[in-house]
Each structure stands twice: as C-alpha cells, then as structure tokens.
C-alpha cells in the first residue's frame, strides 16, 4: 500500500460550537481509534485530507498528533449532505500483530470468452473487504475473465489470494458478462 503523512493536533474542545469554530477556520475534526481504550480527538487542516480522500487509492497514513507519529488507515469519512466539504474523519490505528478489515479496488484483467461472442462486461464490486495484516493488504485486487462466458459470472465465493481473507459475501457478485441484441441475434442464427 502506499504511505501518506498528515500532521494534526490535539482538540482540547469537543462538542458541536468547538466543532463549528474549527470548521470555520478550515480545519476538519478527526478521531483516532485502535491500540488505546479510549479515541483521541486531533484536527488537520482540509487540504491535508484531499490527497487521502480524493483518490481510488488505498493508504497507510503516518499520522502525526503533536510530534507523536502513528500509522493508521482512514476508516470512516463524512461529507456535507449539500456543499460535499468534508465534516469529519475517523482514523483507525494499526499495528504488524493484528489483523485489519479493509475495501481494496478490484481491477478486472483480461478479455472474457463472452465478450468475444458479443456479450458486455459488466463490473457489479467495485471493491471487496479484506482481513490480513495492512502489511499484507495489496493495493488492487486482480479478477481473471478471460475465462467467462456469455451469461456466466464470478462470485466473491470463487475467489482466493494468498494471506488474505475474504470478508465480503460469498454469493455476491464480483462480475459478469451481460447477453446483448447482438449477441443472441448471433446466437439464435448459428441455431438455424
């Protein structure tokens, strides 16, 4: 995974006028939960969120709270409903002993058998859950469809990586290829 580094700092104020105050003066309220019992409240200003938030990347993010740095994953975030700023985020700490649930992009490699009959590819799981190690957690997770047929689909049950594990439901629907006019007009022709 790639690494990225934001610096915050500590909110002594916690409740909705803090927040509003913090949020005027361009910074955005996060929290920071894992390793220690309770989460630790910390602020970081917008524009060291846009790398993070604006990208289908995944990160490992080096979080620095006042000089004391720790590596953690972004896991939740809130928009505004009207105006899309970001309001606020949640950082989950990680650490090389415990494993981490985490949505890594599925890349679909290859040119199916069914496209080649006529057929369409249609993506369903843009991402899937994964539980390892984050230092085990690939960037993208790669499908194979050169196999699949016209009307066929791949399943999240069909699917293994090594040192991964699957958290996503086994019975939904990675991907699959779509039967179109033309490919059933071919078909119904080579029936004749």
Known sequence: MKT?????????????????????????????????????????PTEGLRKL???????????TIDGVTVKAIMKDIQFHPVKDT????????VTEEKPIVMAVPVKLEGLAEGV???GK????????KVKALYTAIPEILTVDVTALALGKS???GELSYEGL??????ESLVCSVKTTRASAAAAAAARK
């Open 165 to 170: 594990e699957l958290v996503s439901a086994k």
């Open 116 to 118: 080649r009959a006529g």
């Open 4 to 44: 990225i580094s934001i610096n915050g700092s500590v909110r002594t104020e916690v409740g909705k006028k803090a927040t509003n105050a913090l949020r005027n003066a361009g910074l955005v309220p996060c929290c920071l939960y894992g390793v220690e019992k309770e989460a630790k409240s910390f602020c970081v």
């Open 121 to 128: 590819l249609v993506q369903v799981q843009r991402y899937l």
């Open 53 to 63: 938030v604006y990208t289908p990347d995944i990160h490992v993010v080096d979080l």
């Open 154 to 156: 791949i399943k999240v």
């Open 86 to 93: 970001i309001l606020h985020v949640d950082f989950y700490q």
